[in-house]
């Protein structure tokens, strides 16, 4: 198994930006940054001045903003960097944001709007020089900041990383550059650059069929032969019954499966799909957090100590519909680091119980009839 040349992991949002826009500066050629939420308040606009400042000393600066992820600040944001010498393009528009409306032409249906609210670029990467990359949950958004909102600040994971594996989250960025940010896009596998470097074993991307069938096969063959640990930590956790089904299994056979949850979240009914999915686990034996302080934004897996972070939560938007991309951890370190941050987070959390006082019977109803939808939650 190849390794990461350097990597360095951050649970404080403060310090892993202030080390992406110090990498920023001090960019020599390049940079590319592609975020599901870019946001326009006191850490998007250091961000956005940052690039503007790297474009004015003659350096390519890319942006990629998600449409419905960023559709409050993608104004601002196209607005601030026009000019500058930046480029910043938006991910998968709306049909009404590509076509203007005409006089007379018919409403949008409802198969269309979901299809515009679907396959979503959920991905959190900057890229500097083609040498350094930051990579994790963290979206350009000052919740993630302990100097903005104290202890509210959202609990969340990133790594900087150098290595051969950095080309690879650049070419995935060049394959999504030239569609013009068409539906779709995803699935392609975009012209010329990075077609020799589009795979590397400490990346996982899913920005093709390929790729998203390979990404979630192997993902079921690790858990499937865990020998002693599987501990997930997601904001997200609606998975397929095959998924939950590997994990009792997991648990049947004497592996110590802990899942660390949200108890608030920013998507307010989905610790309540989260809860509805918890009993059949619970009584299979796997152990279920509930994260206190805050909430809760990271996805992180450890598999017998193998530690992948990234974007990617447990639920269907991860796993069928959006672009995501995730890294393996290579440095002991490093690892450790990320293990003992996620007991951390156990001993401020909730274990449930399959005897505890229910969810209120309204909570529980709504939770039910969404795990009816949860192809699409």
């Known amino acids: 198994m190849p390794r990461w040349e350097t990597e360095d992991v951050f649970f404080d949002g403060d310090a892993f930006f202030d080390a992406m826009i110090e990498a920023i500066g001090s960019a020599r050629r390049s940079v590319t940054l592609e975020a599901y939420i870019f946001a326009w308040d006191t850490l998007g606009r250091r961000v956005a001045t940052a690039l503007a400042e790297a474009a004015g000393r003659g350096l390519s600066v890319r942006v990629v903003v998600d449409s419905l992820g960023s559709r409050l600040s993608k104004g601002p944001l196209l607005r601030a960097l026009e000019g500058t010498g930046a480029e910043c393009r938006v991910y998968h528009q709306f049909s009404w944001e590509r076509v203007p409306s005409a006089k007379g032409r018919r409403p949008h249906s409802l198969l269309r709007l979901l299809a515009d609210a679907n396959r979503r670029n959920h991905r959190k990467v900057c890229v500097t020089d083609g040498e350094t990359a930051f990579v994790g949950g963290m979206n350009v958004w000052d919740v993630h900041l302990r100097s903005v909102h104290g202890d509210a600040a959202w609990a969340d994971a990133g790594v900087r990383l150098r290595g051969a594996g950095v080309q690879v989250l650049a070419a995935a960025f060049e394959r999504i550059w030239p569609t013009r940010m068409v539906r779709d896009a995803w699935a392609r596998r975009g012209p010329g650059v990075g077609r020799r470097r589009s795979d590397h074993p400490l990346v996982r991307l899913n920005d093709s069929r390929r790729r998203r069938r390979r990404a979630y096969r192997e993902l079921l063959e690790r858990l499937d032969q865990a020998r002693t640990c599987i501990w997930l930590a997601t904001a997200y956790f609606a998975p397929t019954l095959a998924f939950r089904r590997t994990l009792k299994e997991a648990a049947s056979r004497g592996v110590d499966v802990r899942i660390l949850l949200p108890q608030r979240s920013d998507v307010f009914f989905m610790p309540w799909a989260a809860r509805a999915l918890s009993a059949s686990l619970l009584s299979a034996g796997v152990r279920v957090f509930e994260y206190l302080p805050s909430i809760l934004h990271a996805k992180v897996t450890i598999v017998d ?55 209120p019977w309204w909570q529980r109803l709504v939770g039910r009839i969404l795990l009816t939808f949860r192809h699409w939650l």
Do not use: M, Q, Y
């Open 305 to 359: 100590g193998e530690v992948t972070l990234g974007s990617s939560n447990l639920n269907s938007r991860s796993l069928v519909h959006d672009l995501e991309v995730d890294v393996i951890l290579t440095s002991e370190p490093t690892r450790w680091a990320v293990t003992r941050h996620f007991l951390k987070c156990l001993e401020v959390s909730r274990e449930l119980h399959a005897t505890d006082e229910p969810l």
